[in-house]
């Protein structure tokens, strides 16, 4: 409950390099997550090379600026992008200088896994396990929704390496951080639970 209470989304990373040692205890506790089916439908693609993951983190953001460019067709898929706020803050990320996809973290991993039912929720516990195995191990975690994008560019696939018929369920970046921002509050729990006896 202490991981669990304590756990952040953390964008402020040290330089300090994580140890190899302990990227696969973190990955470890992804891969004894529950699956559907004990499917372990997972692959997990790990970049530490700084340079990747700028290489990544640029190419992410080429491909939103490319779907803000034909918004009107996007639309369809994302009813985000009716949000003028959304919109607003996607341009920041997509103009920035700074790496606001991956956060100058020194270690990405991305959970892939072929399109099938209940593959990503599977994927999601895998995740989850993760970042509250790197909080035990005081490691800083954030999961990476604007990886997604990357699906969209072939150069940063075959640059991941990933396999045929897969698409990227997860992606979380590690690193040591400074201080540990404050929880936000949580829903009062009348608002969130029903009770049934």
């Excluded at 640029?58 to 898929?77: A, C, D, H, S, Y």
Aim: with cysteine; net charge positive; hydrophobic share 40%.
């Amino acid at each position: 409950m202490k991981c669990i209470r304590e756990r952040r989304s953390i964008r402020n990373y040290e330089e300090r390099e994580l140890p190899g040692d302990i990227l696969k205890e973190i990955i470890m506790a992804g891969r004894y997550a529950p699956s559907a089916e004990n499917r372990q439908p997972w692959k997990f693609i790990v970049v530490t090379n700084r340079d990747a993951i700028s290489f990544l983190s640029r190419r992410t953001k080429e491909q939103i600026g490319k779907m803000l460019k034909q918004k009107r067709k996007w639309k369809k898929k994302f009813n985000e992008l009716e949000d003028e706020q959304t919109v607003l803050f996607l341009q920041a990320v997509a103009l920035s200088k700074r790496d606001m996809v991956f956060h100058n973290a020194p270690a990405a991993v991305f959970i892939v896994t072929p399109d099938s039912i209940f593959n990503d929720e599977s994927c999601a516990c895998a995740a989850q396990n993760m970042m509250l195995a790197a909080r035990s191990l005081g490691v800083g975690s954030c999961w990476v929704g604007f990886a997604k994008f990357l699906e969209w560019d072939n150069e940063a696939t075959e640059k991941l390496g990933m396999p045929e018929g897969h698409h990227i369920a997860a992606s979380i970046v590690f690193g040591y951080h400074e201080n540990l921002p404050k929880s936000t509050p949580r829903k009062p729990t009348a608002d969130i639970i029903k009770w049934i006896d």
